[in-house]
């Protein structure tokens, strides 16, 4: 049975970061038994030629067809050029047991390199803000969330900005109520370059 879907948006100039990433998620499947529990599902922006439809496609779009053809009682998402924590399938896997909404997140932001402030994810916060500390984020499309109760919640069909309007969604819709704490960094998230270079 799949237990958690991870969702990759992707481009073609993105094929080693997205190696790199993929290498760690099947390390980590490899190490906590989970290779049948763990999809890892790609979408890239420019698919074969056999279906040119596809190449018109949006981010949002990209993030929709992920939701709609994933298996996984829970998803996340991951961007290509982002990495996760070595330790990301077992800080979320109670979480998933447990048969929680979703599972909170603690990230962390570089900037060409240089490590920003940490962000944080979670039911808690129903706004995106920030202050000289965080950045504070209602639960969006980086947290792992169970599918059957946002399922219905689409992206907007655009490049830009699809992550917020779903997050806001996600929580006017209300329905993820019950959060397992994860207490540790999740996720890198690089902004510019260099890339996937924690600090």
């Known amino acids: 049975m799949t237990l958690l879907s991870l969702l990759i948006p992707t481009t073609p100039d993105r094929s080693e970061l997205l190696f790199r990433l ?32 596809d190449l018109s496609l949006t981010t949002g779009a990209k993030r929709n067809w992920l939701i709609e053809n994933c298996q996984g009682k829970y998803y996340a998402f991951i961007d290509s050029d982002d990495m996760i924590a070595p330790n990301y399938l077992a800080l979320v896997w109670p979480g998933i047991i ?38 504070y984020r209602c639960v969006n499309h980086l947290n792992v969330v169970k599918k059957e109760l946002v399922k219905d919640i689409k992206f907007p069909e ?40 924690v600090v």
Not at 104 to 123: A, E, M, T, V
Not at 162 to 168: A, I, L, P, T, V
């Open 158 to 197: 655009t490049n830009f900005g699809e992550d917020g309007n779903q997050s806001y969604a996600m929580r006017d819709a209300g329905v993820l109520k019950k959060e397992y704490e994860v207490k540790e960094v999740l996720y890198h998230y690089f902004v510019g370059s260099p890339k996937n270079e």
């Open 22 to 53: 993929v290498k760690e998620i099947d390390r980590q499947r490899l190490e906590y038994g989970v290779m049948n529990e763990v999809e890892v599902l790609i979408k890239e922006t420019e698919p074969a030629a056999s279906n040119p439809a």
């Open 98 to 135: 447990g048969a929680f909404d979703c599972c909170s997140l603690i990230g962390s932001i570089y900037f060409n390199g240089k490590k920003g402030k940490p962000f944080l994810h979670s039911i808690k916060y129903k706004e995106w803000w920030e202050d000289d500390q965080y950045y």
